[in-house]
């Protein structure tokens, strides 16, 4: 367990939602899965301590446009530190379309995320989704981690269920059970 995780989690657990970064495999199954090399531009919604954001930063084309949004001040210094070649705004992930209009874009082509769905209500599992998917061009990929215990809960059903509702594809991959809490990723065709 890392304590500084776990200080963030006991100070503010729904931004933070877990008590361990992710495992590397899990990282790299979702920049697997991403099809990183390909994309033209990326969100990163919720990077926590950069662990995603390092497999996406190899894996990206030197065109690429890629960027962080992340809540918690705490985790936007950590993935700064740990991943110094990205870009990490303080800002929440409702703010997607705000940060593609920065950098002069209407949508991407991927959005990548780290969020605890699993622990949100129904109203901000709405709000962030509609992000989302206002967020991505036609055609374009969100991939979301989810653990194994959320299938068991009513929130982690709730957000299954809103998956398949608004987008026109969505796959799982296999379960990585090295995870601390065993997880897999949502992969979501528009």
């Known amino acids: 367990m890392n304590i500084k995780l776990l200080r963030q989690l006991i100070q503010s657990p729904i931004e933070t939602g877990t008590t361990s970064a992710s495992s590397e495999k899990i990282s790299q199954l979702i920049a697997d899965s991403a099809n990183l090399p390909e ?11 950069g662990v ?17 949004l992340e809540i918690n001040e705490q985790f936007v210094k950590d993935t700064r530190s740990n991943c110094p070649n990205a870009i990490v705004y303080h800002a929440s992930a409702l703010d997607i379309k705000k940060y593609l209009l920065k950098h ?17 209500g129904q109203e901000i599992q709405h ?28 929130p982690g059903i709730r957000f299954k269920k809103l998956l398949n509702q608004k987008f026109q594809k969505v796959e799982k991959t296999r379960i990585i059970w090295g995870n601390i809490l065993p997880a897999f990723i949502y992969i979501c065709t528009k």
């Open 39 to 49: 994309k033209k531009s990326i969100v990163e919604l919720g990077p926590g301590t």
């Open 52 to 68: 995603f954001t390092k497999q996406i930063i190899q894996r990206i084309s030197s065109g690429t446009l890629f960027f962080c």
């Open 104 to 120: 002069n874009l209407k949508h991407c082509d991927c959005i990548v995320s780290g969020l605890p769905w699993g622990l949100f």
């Open 127 to 154: 709000q962030l989704l509609n992000e989302v998917y206002d967020s991505l061009e036609s055609g374009g990929k969100f991939l979301a981690i989810a653990y194994i215990t959320g299938l068991m809960f009513k």
